[in-house]
């Protein structure tokens, strides 16, 4: 079964330092990779997202994210936060179980960002 | 375009007491589904629908009913509210051939007494 891992509730960080979010996968065959933000009281937003290719994926508001295959991981980053980007972070993983496209995605539980002045 | 809206933003009920949560889209996208967002379990699919007229269950559905009579709105019923039900739901839509991005409405805040 696919699944998604993110060992962080929260990541404190001073602005202007560079942020990582982890998130760890699970997945038979190859992984259809995403991350979400979601801002205090609003729906997700869609950041980034891996299929194939390049293992650095560049994403919205200057964030990136690495792809590991060895160490099955795909961890969010950024070089230099702002206070702006303080914000509930979701990793999640295509859910390719079902023969039919039915494109569902798993979700990690979450971690907290929160990036101070 | 409004993109994905919600109704109600919050509601408070009564164990017992029955409800529908109100999602529409006017982007036309053929695929929708709700979630369900719990502290430390990330979302859960509720149900999903690929178009007007078919739905499917996701991984809780149970308590949950939807239909999917228009391809713009996408209703989660639920029959007898119970506090475990007390969430915060989103719904979520995208265009069939494009599922890799998801667009999510604003979210509603449920809390069952």
């Known amino acids: 079964a696919q699944s998604v891992a993110q060992p962080e509730d929260q990541v404190n960080v001073a602005e202007g330092n560079p942020l990582t979010v982890k998130c760890t996968y699970s997945?038979?065959?190859?992984?259809?990779l995403f991350w979400y933000v979601q801002y205090p009281n609003r729906g997700l937003q869609f950041l980034l997202k891996?299929?194939?290719?390049?293992?650095l994926v560049k994403g919205s508001y200057g964030f990136e994210a690495e792809f590991n295959k060895s160490q099955t991981s795909f961890h969010l980053k950024k070089p230099s936060a702002l206070v702006s980007d303080s914000a509930l972070y979701f990793c999640?993983?295509?859910?390719?179980?079902?023969?039919?496209?039915?494109?569902?995605?798993?979700f990690g539980q979450g971690t907290t960002l929160q990036v101070k002045p | 375009n409004a993109g994905v809206t919600q109704t109600p933003k919050f509601q408070v009920l009564k164990t017992g007491q029955s409800m529908t949560l109100q999602c529409a889209q006017d982007?036309?996208?053929?695929?929708m589904s709700w979630y369900r967002q719990d502290p430390g379990m990330g979302l859960r699919l509720i149900h999903y629908?690929?178009?007007?007229?078919?739905?499917d269950q996701g991984e809780v559905p149970n308590g949950y009913n939807v239909s999917r009579s228009t391809t713009e709105d996408f209703p989660l019923r639920l029959l007898s509210a119970a506090p475990s039900q007390t969430s915060v739901y989103f719904c979520?839509?995208?265009?069939?051939?494009?599922?890799?991005?998801?667009?999510f409405g604003p979210g509603t805040r449920l809390t069952v007494l």
């Open positions: 982007m036309n996208h053929e695929y």
């Open positions: 891996y299929i194939t290719g390049d293992n």
């Open positions: 629908s690929v178009g007007a007229g078919i739905t």
């Open positions: 999640a993983v295509r859910d390719i179980s079902r023969s039919s496209n039915t494109g569902k995605l798993i």
């Open positions: 979520a839509s995208r265009f069939w051939t494009d599922s890799d991005t998801q667009y």
């Open positions: 997945v038979s065959g190859n992984p259809y």
